[in-house]
């Protein structure tokens, strides 16, 4: 797994503003899928798809971008407590070390019954996992 990723495409650069200026061209007449995907910067099948939703009374789609294979373990919810718990012991001069904080993760996702990929022989949650984890987290440290 790559740890540091550099995008090298420009997929996903339109933003939501402009796939909802396309959608309302399109379905206001005043373009068609080709004229407004370029010229919003959408590509034509992902606009077609938007068209589609909102002709069908699906409007409250949330427009979402979603890339890359790897998505989180846990909730930002579940983060967030897991955060908390690590500053507490921090407070009270305990703080954790790596491996009590990758085994810490392991027991949260079996006890919340969260599908994982972790190594169960061992019961601790992969160095990735434990990178990822301080880099959306910086304000965490650890013994």
């Known amino acids: 797994m790559v740890r540091i990723y550099k995008k090298t495409t420009n997929q996903h650069a339109w933003s939501s503003e402009a796939i909802k200026k396309a959608v309302q061209k399109v379905v206001s007449g005043e373009m068609g899928y080709k004229k407004a995907s370029k010229a919003h910067g959408v590509p034509q099948t992902t606009l077609e798809r938007y068209v589609h939703h909102h002709r069908n009374n699906l409007r409250n789609i949330k427009i979402t971008k979603k890339l890359g294979h790897y998505k989180t373990i846990f909730s930002q919810e579940q983060e967030e407590e897991l955060v908390q718990y690590i500053k507490t012991m921090e407070a009270k001069f305990h703080g954790l070390t790596s491996l009590e904080l990758r085994r810490l993760a392991y027991e949260i996702a079996e006890k ?32």
């Open 112 to 143: 919340n019954k969260i599908a994982h990929k972790f190594n169960a022989d061992k019961s601790v949650v992969g160095v990735d996992w434990l990178k990822g984890f301080l880099r959306r987290h910086p304000d965490i440290t650890y013994r």
